[in-house]
């Protein structure tokens, strides 16, 4: 089970990116999935989450109002809309499987399974 990000790039503040989050080896329409990022000498930050069926989403207070998570099940695919990046935005970024419910408590507390390599994701004027 891998999940494979990408659509990150070099952007200058205030601009915008999508993300995307593709399967390999399994349906992503079967599990609540969720994206975080790290940052150089930083911890894994959590930062959103939406569930299987696509009724409830969470973000962290950071990317709370800017970002905006979805998601297709019938293409199969996850996206993360990255509106008014900044500067501290700047990380690499991973989608990843939520092993729990897709809830505050699993982002605050990183409820990853499985997940891939990521995409960088770099704010700078």
């Known amino acids: 089970v891998q999940l494979q990000a990408s659509g990150g790039g070099l952007v200058q503040p205030g601009g915008s990116l999508r993300l995307s989050c593709a399967p390999s080896?399994?349906?992503?329409?079967?599990?609540?999935i969720g994206w975080f990022r790290q940052a150089p000498g930083k911890e894994r930050e959590g930062i959103s989450c939406?569930?299987?069926?696509?009724?409830?989403?969470h973000y962290a207070d950071s990317v709370k109002g800017r970002f905006t998570i979805s998601r297709d099940n019938i293409k199969d695919m996850v996206y993360l809309q990255m509106n008014n990046l900044q500067p501290e935005d700047t990380a690499v970024y991973s989608c990843a499987t939520v092993v729990i419910n897709c809830n505050d408590y699993a982002i605050r507390n990183r409820a990853f399974g499985s997940w891939g390599q990521g995409t960088q994701v770099t704010v700078s004027s």
């Open positions: 939406i569930s299987s069926d696509n009724r409830r989403a």
């Open positions: 080896g399994f349906t992503l329409a079967d599990y609540n």
